[in-house]
């Protein structure tokens, strides 16, 4: 059974940095097939999909969000990371990792249990 | 990219009755890449139905999902008590894959 869990902080300051990792257990990164993904809950509203790596490095982003995401994985570590720069209020939320099933596109079939990221001064 | 409408926005029902949720996309959803999911109050969603029709690993087959190119439906035959929730549909068919904004179905 796959299990996905984020980790980072759950505050961070406007115009900084969010930075979220996510560790698969359960299953390997590197054995390829899947996609390695991130999506976000605004409080009280619905689901966007933020962007996802496969484990060779390829990376597709959200074009909303594209200019200040970066996805990275660490294959020795079974993670992938998140990096969402020059944060403002809006971007406040759940932020889930999960795994992507299908070819380039995807639906997600494993989820971490998300965390909350409040950006606040 | 696809805009995903969702119908109605609450849907109120009791125990044992049937659940017909929508899901209308802004233009056709190709090869049927719809996927709906269930989300219980402080946890992630779950997946559901993918493919449009197929269920996921372990979904009761109480669900059941169909439709193509613009209409989809999610439907429940028989509502549990641990059915009230909210559902989202999700296109995969062309990028950026994007959700509806979903469907609470509450107990009436």
């Known amino acids: 059974q796959v299990q996905l869990q984020e980790s980072g902080p759950g505050l961070v300051k406007p115009s900084q940095t969010l930075s979220l990792t996510c560790t698969v257990s359960?299953?390997?990164?590197?054995?390829?097939?899947?996609?390695w993904s991130w999506i976000r809950q605004h409080p009280g509203k619905g689901l966007e999909w933020i962007g996802y790596i496969y484990y060779s490095g390829s990376t597709y982003y959200n074009p909303s969000l594209k200019s200040r995401v970066t996805i990275s994985v660490d294959t020795s570590k079974n993670q992938f990371s998140l990096k969402l720069s020059s944060v403002t209020a809006a971007d406040t939320a759940v932020y889930y990792c999960?795994?992507?099933?299908?070819?380039?596109?995807?639906?997600?079939?494993?989820w971490g249990q998300g965390t909350l990221v409040t950006v606040s001064s | 990219e696809i805009v995903l409408t969702q119908s109605p926005g609450t849907l109120s029902l009791s125990p044992g009755e049937r659940a017909t949720l929508s899901c209308r996309a802004s233009?056709?959803?190709?090869?049927?890449?719809l996927a709906w999911y269930q989300q219980k109050p402080g946890q992630a969603p779950r997946l559901l139905i993918y493919?449009?029709?197929s269920r996921a690993t372990g979904i009761p087959d109480r669900f059941s999902g169909s439709g193509s190119g613009t209409d989809f439906t999610l439907t429940i035959s028989r509502l549990e008590p641990e059915d009230f929730a909210v559902y989202y549909c999700?296109?995969?068919?062309?990028?950026?894959?994007?959700f509806g904004q979903g469907t609470k179905l509450e107990i009436k």
């Open positions: 233009q056709s959803v190709s090869s049927s890449y």
């Open positions: 359960g299953g390997s990164i590197s054995s390829g097939g899947y996609y």
């Open positions: 493919g449009a029709s």
């Open positions: 999960a795994r992507g099933s299908g070819w380039l596109l995807v639906y997600f079939d494993y």
């Open positions: 999700q296109q995969y068919g062309s990028s950026p894959v994007t």
